[in-house]
């Protein structure tokens, strides 16, 4: 696939997770009572955007550790870079990392963990991170990280500090991604 056709189906895919939390919100919650619907406790502020940010620094830790030390990881990752993320240029890696820490964080840390609880809700985060069979040990690496998300919304109530997370984890994983692997050749 190219640039275009892979940057088209990573952002209709978070279109359609964005779209269907606001589906969900339209048809479960009653809108005349606005403290009711789960995502009005996205609270931009310096606090969410600097605790977000150490949030992010630490899931990158933890996953470079995990990612330099697990072979397997790191051959997906290299696979995950030679499918996508070689192949998109900055626009096109700040699109989608800001495009899926709002739709995957709206949905799974917003929606889905308040009904159906921290484990599951990451679980099908992680479902929704498979592309094929060789990529469980990828899976199980979100799964982790979902799970840290998970917690840090649980304990703070506060779904912007975890959307910045997302965003930022993103950003610099695939920034990091890209260059890494072009330039050592693994």
């Given at each position: 696939?190219?640039?275009?056709?892979?940057?088209k189906?990573l952002?209709?895919?978070?279109?359609?997770?964005?779209?269907?939390?606001?589906?969900?919100?339209?048809?479960?919650?009653?809108?005349?009572?606005?403290?009711?619907?789960?995502?009005?406790?996205?609270?931009?502020?310096?606090?969410?955007?600097?605790?977000?940010?150490?949030?992010?620094?630490?899931?990158?830790?933890?996953?470079?550790?995990?990612?330099?030390?697990?072979?397997?990881?790191?051959?997906?990752?290299?696979?995950?870079?030679?499918?996508?993320?070689?192949?998109?240029?900055?626009?096109?890696?700040?699109?989608?990392?800001?495009?899926?820490?709002?739709?995957?964080?709206?949905?799974?840390?917003?929606?889905?963990?308040?009904?159906?609880?921290?484990?599951?809700?990451?679980?099908?985060?992680?479902?929704?991170?498979?592309?094929?069979?060789?990529?469980?040990?990828?899976?199980?690496?979100?799964?982790?990280?979902?799970?840290?998300?998970?917690?840090?919304?649980?304990?703070?109530?506060?779904?912007s500090?975890?959307?910045?997370?997302?965003?930022?984890?993103?950003?610099?994983?695939?920034?990091?991604?890209?260059?890494?692997?072009?330039?050592?050749?693994?």
């Open positions: 696939m190219n640039r275009k056709e892979i940057f189906i952002v209709y895919q978070e279109l359609f997770l964005i779209l269907l939390s606001f589906l969900w919100i339209y048809f479960k919650y009653d809108f005349i009572d606005i403290n009711n619907i789960p995502l009005s406790n996205i609270r931009i502020s310096l606090y969410s955007f600097l605790y977000g940010i150490l949030l992010s620094t630490i899931l990158l830790a933890i996953s470079s550790l995990i990612i330099f030390t697990y072979e397997p990881l790191k051959n997906n990752i290299k696979t995950i870079n030679e499918l996508i993320i070689s192949k998109l240029n900055y626009l096109d890696i700040l699109i989608i990392a800001i495009l899926s820490g709002i739709a995957e964080e709206l949905l799974f840390r917003g929606l889905l963990q308040e009904k159906i609880g921290i484990i599951l809700s990451n679980l099908i985060f992680s479902l929704l991170h498979i592309l094929n069979k060789d990529f469980l040990v990828y899976s199980l690496l979100t799964f982790v990280a979902g799970n840290i998300l998970g917690n840090v919304y649980f304990y703070t109530n506060d779904l500090i975890v959307i910045i997370a997302h965003i930022f984890n993103n950003l610099v994983a695939m920034i990091f991604s890209k260059n890494f692997f072009k330039k050592n050749n693994f």
